[in-house]
């Protein structure tokens, strides 16, 4: 899957992501760039991954997390985190309900809340809202963009679908209906 930390990539949450670190279920672990911490991959089923985590987390001083998976994640995730730390779950791609050890938040001081885009978004005005959005653009030009393995025709969504499952970390498949770019 896949800082501060997000799962099931963990993204450092300072201006423009200039410290970026994955988790992922599938992809080997890299390190690259200044500091060895720029596009940090973690691989969950290595077993070193949550000693790995913690390390990375307190390198980074991962103080906040975002957390797209729940489940199991989220513990794994907060106890990675330094005292003090809180994390944010947005969404819950595992399908269970976010599992976190008590001991956390007590002894610790962590905190665990959900967070919505939408009502963020509302109680922002509207000049904010614009800013955040210019924002968002730019980012998904440069730090955030999807890559894009193919675009294949919609009659060849199973081809679509076995080149995806055989190369998930290659980018997105996208299934074009009735354009002339799928033909």
Known sequence: MGGTLDTPSIKKCTPALSLRAGISADRPTQ???????????????????????????????????????????????????????????????????????????IFEGKRVEGFWLTAWLRQR?????????????QMLAGDLKTEIQARLPLKEATRGLEQYASNMTGGKILLLPLTKEAE
């Open 31 to 105: 390190e690259a760039g200044e500091g060895g911490i720029r596009g940090v991959v973690l691989n969950t089923s290595d077993p070193g991954f949550d000693a790995s985590l913690e390390d990375l987390c307190h390198r980074l001083e991962a103080s906040i997390g975002f957390d797209a998976v729940a489940g199991e994640m989220s513990a794994r995730v907060l106890r990675a985190q330094p005292r003090g730390s809180r994390l944010l779950v947005y969404g819950a791609l595992s399908l269970e309900a976010s599992q976190i050890d008590p001991a956390s938040l």
């Open 125 to 137: 005005n509207l000049l904010s809202q614009l800013l955040v959005t210019r924002h968002v653009q």
